[in-house]
């Protein structure tokens, strides 16, 4: 199976090389005629903003939206999780764009900035029924965005608890304090529907390849179950009239 990793910036390195480890080879995309040559897709970590912007520029959104319409497997690590939600909060004035297809609505940045980085120790035991080892698994948490809601036909493959002297700089607006209320303390960081991954933390920058492997055993989801919720043209998933990317920055991440 050739894995495209989406390579517009962001940790797309290391996911190549975790790829590698496990003898699957990932192929670079940039250019929306390079995803007819792949069978899954990555989007890594990175600054989303900037992501969007340069997705945007070399016209890569409408090639992505079918892509996962499809039903090709696709997994988005942390700015990955927010470019496939449904709808994304806690954005920077005048929004990004979005993929859309996965059922959820993801808080940017919910577990505050980059000082607020953190390793912790999160249970999925559906990743060790299916991979083996261990039934815990080690999540890489940077400026990490949070899943608040996730729809009826998401599986939940992990969540997090917040401890008490973390939650001062976690996301305060009203939406992320009623989601924090309402599931006692606790948060999605990973989840998965249909064709779609989704992980708030980063697995490639762990030395466990079990989330990759899960990943490229996906297949195919037909049923219109499954993709009753990727309306990929949707008007909510662009930017809001009148705003547009400006300049393409060089963020590193």
Request: with cysteine.
């Amino acid at each position: 199976m050739a894995v495209g990793v989406l390579a517009l910036q962001g940790s797309f390195n290391e996911h190549i090389a975790a790829l590698r480890k496990i003898g699957v080879t990932g192929v670079e995309v940039r250019k929306p005629s390079q995803l007819e040559a792949v069978e899954a897709l990555i989007i890594p970590g990175g600054e989303s903003t900037t992501m969007a912007k340069l997705a945007h520029y070399h016209n890569l959104f409408p090639a992505l939206r079918e892509f996962v319409s499809l039903g090709k497997p696709v997994w988005g690590t942390c700015a990955g999780l927010i470019f496939l939600a449904n709808k994304a909060t806690g954005q920077k004035l005048g929004g990004q764009e979005l993929i859309g297809g996965l059922d959820c609505t993801v808080h940017r940045n919910f577990f505050g900035s980059q000082i607020q980085s953190f390793e912790t120790e999160l249970a999925a035991p559906k990743l060790a029924e299916q991979e083996g080892g261990s039934d815990r698994c080690r999540g890489v948490f940077i400026r990490a965005p949070a899943i608040l809601k996730a729809g009826p036909g998401v599986e939940v493959l992990a969540d997090y608890t917040i401890p008490s002297d973390k939650l001062r700089s976690m996301a305060s607006d009203t939406e992320a304090e009623e989601a924090i209320a309402y599931s006692q303390g606790k948060v999605i960081v990973a989840v998965r529907q249909g064709n779609i991954l989704g992980t708030a933390f980063h697995p490639e920058l762990t030395s466990d390849t079990r989330w990759h492997s899960y990943f490229l055993k996906m297949r195919k989801i037909a049923d219109e179950t499954s993709l009753q919720c990727l309306d990929l043209s949707a008007q909510n998933f662009r930017y809001p009239p009148g705003r547009q990317p400006s300049d393409l920055p060089v963020i590193e991440y």
